[in-house]
């Protein structure tokens, strides 16, 4: 992830259809971080907000092939998560070394499975 390629490519209408990290092990400090702080880049490049949740949620789904046909049904099994969009002044560094300011995170709060609910956290060690 560059900065200035999302920048651009967002810039001239060419939105990213799905939305992932490439988290593994010598990255999840930096540049990658987590869902929620990649979400945060792509609408500080100027990606609508919609957009950024539907990339993460509907559009993976479809390609794999799952629909929202009956999620919300009474009886259901629960998979959800609960976040805030809260202001911010982040420092943050793409994979060139160039670094920017994120002035939107999102921030998981709550994680529903089945009637289990988890607190949730960006930072694991911040859960509540």
Excluded: Q
């Excluded at 540049?31 to 950024?52: E, N, Q, R, S, Y």
């Excluded at 009956?70 to 998560?81: K, Q, S, V, W």
Aim: net charge neutral; proline share 6%; aromatic share 4%.
């Amino acid at each position: 992830y560059a900065f200035r390629v999302a920048d651009t490519a967002i810039a001239r209408g060419l939105l990213p259809h799905t939305i992932s990290t490439d988290l593994h092990k010598r990255c999840l400090e930096r540049p990658v971080h987590d869902l929620a702080t990649t979400m945060a880049k792509l609408m500080a490049a100027g990606m609508p907000f919609a957009d950024v949740v539907a990339a993460v949620t509907l559009r993976p789904m479809a390609i794999l092939g799952l629909t929202t046909a009956g999620l919300l049904d009474p009886g259901a099994r629960a998979e959800f998560t609960v976040f805030d969009l809260v202001d911010a002044d982040v420092p943050i560094a793409d994979s060139m070394g160039n670094r920017a300011r994120l002035e939107r995170l999102v921030e998981p709060r709550w994680t529903v499975l089945g009637r289990e609910l988890v607190a949730a956290s960006r930072h694991p060690s911040h859960a509540a």
